[in-house]
């Protein structure tokens, strides 16, 4: 939970540390549902205009231009610069000094839509602590199987054993829970509390806060092209196409914002007397031994990734069409100089980042799991693709990787260091470093919600009577948020309705922060 909400008594039983993540590779969060198409921006001189739809609507309106905008949309490949060119006769640069909310460096006249960095209700870029905290999640479920290897074994064999669940009438449904009991329940919801139940109120990670994380001055975002470089069980390397029939082919591209160059300040905060409450009833058990130690479970789980595409690409070497590969080549140059402590987030992360297979003994493990749970690629190897990007200086690389290092300052020195100092500005953005939002601003409350509950995803969601949606990632501490039996209850019935519930807005999105129940 945001300290935001809490006292300064509460605050001081945590402990506190600060830490730095400097962009190494291009970073994107956002949403494949939160993608703007071509009616949404407009491209012009290396530049994306993100279009007000208010503003645009009036203009047409004016002009009486609506249904012939109607008509260029019904009638194909729909271009807005083509279109405010030719039918509506105004300058692109007009266009965007009178439509556009948002402009953004990059991009392509070809462009048929891009995804958006996540930002907060402010339009600010940030990094969320649910993202961040994540991390940390799949970084300790690393720590718990690579120092047991019965534990590790027994958790493979249930992962196999469990796959039989996804086949049949009910197989998407089940893809959801898939390792809800063998992985979160068995492993990070079992550290014995007094009085405690199994579930979240014995998860270990109630201890850790992340808060959401702002940029250290300059940050810069750019809309950027990324490829999908894939193998085969051969060791050949390949573009994924997209394929319309024989012959159709062409590479995919997929256009995102990404922050491309910048520090982001992170705090990460431990609950002491929770912690050590953990650490007294699970002393032969604890994996973690504090926040430092948590920082060097999230090395050690990046350095087992830094090795293993190391070996992919060296491995590569020996088939001809990788080695005169130049992505090929350049991705191999890009692992092999990598020496510093590193962090990976958002997209492109992929299967090895963000799940405990590269944990497993046998590589067959991890193809059976991706077959079953993604798309069946057979004997290929899984992960099968990778999404990679070209510098302007043709320099390939992989994407959403930071370095790490600890902080000297807390945020709130930062904050009165930058805020006393000149402004330097936000890359492409013109607006300064502003101190940090609180949630206790844009807190709304909803008389009346349903609650649905999604145990693949480990969220909860809330749907407001408007149809309005709000959601509580599982990184957060649920049970700060939701009564415990109100949880218990939701989680057996997987949707409830009527309760009370307040909310915060973060961009164009809703965060949950507080249920209350109804009796």
């Known amino acids: 939970m945001s300290s935001h909400l809490q006292s300064p008594a509460l605050e001081n039983l945590k402990e506190t540390k600060t830490i ?253 007397e929770l912690f050590n409450k953990f650490s007294t009833y699970n002393k032969n058990r604890m994996p973690v031994s504090g926040l430092d130690d948590l920082l060097n479970m999230v090395k050690e789980m990046n350095e087992r990734v830094i090795d293993h595409e190391k070996k992919i690409y060296k491995e590569a070497e020996r088939v001809s069409d990788g080695a005169n590969n130049p992505a090929v080549k350049g991705l191999k140059e890009w692992f092999d100089s990598q020496n510093s402590s590193l962090f990976r987030l958002g997209f492109g992360s992929g299967m090895l980042s963000t799940t405990i297979d590269l944990s497993f003994k046998d590589d067959k493990t991890r193809q059976a799991i991706r077959n079953a749970c993604g798309y069946n690629r057979e004997n290929d190897p899984a992960p099968k693709s990778r999404r990679v990007f070209r510098d302007r200086g043709g320099k390939w690389m992989p994407i959403g990787w930071l370095t790490i290092a600890e902080s000297t300052g807390t945020i709130s020195s930062i904050e009165n260091k930058l805020q006393d100092s000149p402004a330097t500005g936000m890359g492409n953005h013109s607006d300064k470093l502003n101190p940090l939002p609180k949630v206790e601003d844009v807190i709304i409350p909803w008389s009346k919600a349903r609650l649905t509950w999604d145990p693949g995803k480990q969220e909860i969601g809330a749907q407001s009577i408007e149809g309005k949606k709000a959601l509580l990632n599982r990184e957060e501490n649920i049970l700060d948020f939701i009564p415990e039996s109100l949880f218990e209850r939701l989680k057996k019935k997987r949707s409830v309705d009527c309760f009370e519930i307040s909310v915060a807005r973060y961009g164009n999105s809703f965060r949950i922060i507080k249920i209350i129940a109804n009796e």
């Open 20 to 272: 730095n993540l400097t962009v190494l590779s291009p970073v994107h969060i956002g949403s494949k549902e939160g993608k703007l198409s071509a009616l949404e921006f407009l491209w012009s001189n290396g530049r994306t205009h993100v279009i007000d739809e208010n503003l645009f609507g009036g203009y047409l309106l004016q002009k009486k231009m609506i249904d012939v905008f109607v008509d260029e949309v019904s009638s194909g490949r729909f271009k807005m610069a083509d279109f405010l060119n030719g039918k509506a006769k105004i300058s692109l640069k007009d266009a965007a000094k009178a439509f556009s909310r948002l402009s953004i460096s990059g991009g392509s006249d070809n462009m048929r839509e891009f995804r958006p960095f996540i930002r907060d209700g402010n339009g600010r870029l940030f990094l969320p602590g649910t993202s961040l905290k994540g991390v940390f999640r799949t970084a300790l479920l690393h720590r718990i199987l690579n120092a047991d290897t019965k534990i590790k074994d027994e958790i493979e064999k249930k992962a196999i054993e469990n796959l039989h669940r996804l086949a049949g009438r009910n197989a998407e449904k089940n893809k959801k829970s898939y390792s809800e009991e063998w992985l979160q329940e068995d492993l990070l919801e079992s550290f014995f509390l007094p009085h405690g139940v199994v579930g979240p109120h014995e998860d270990i990670l109630r201890c850790l806060t992340v808060r959401d994380s702002y940029p250290i001055g300059d940050v810069k975002s750019e809309i950027v092209k990324i490829q999908i470089l894939s193998r085969n069980s051969g060791n050949h390397f390949y573009w994924s196409e997209i394929k319309k029939g024989p012959g159709t082919g062409r590479k995919i591209e997929l256009w995102v914002e990404a922050i491309t160059s910048g520090t982001f300040c992170v705090e990460v905060l431990c609950d002491s």
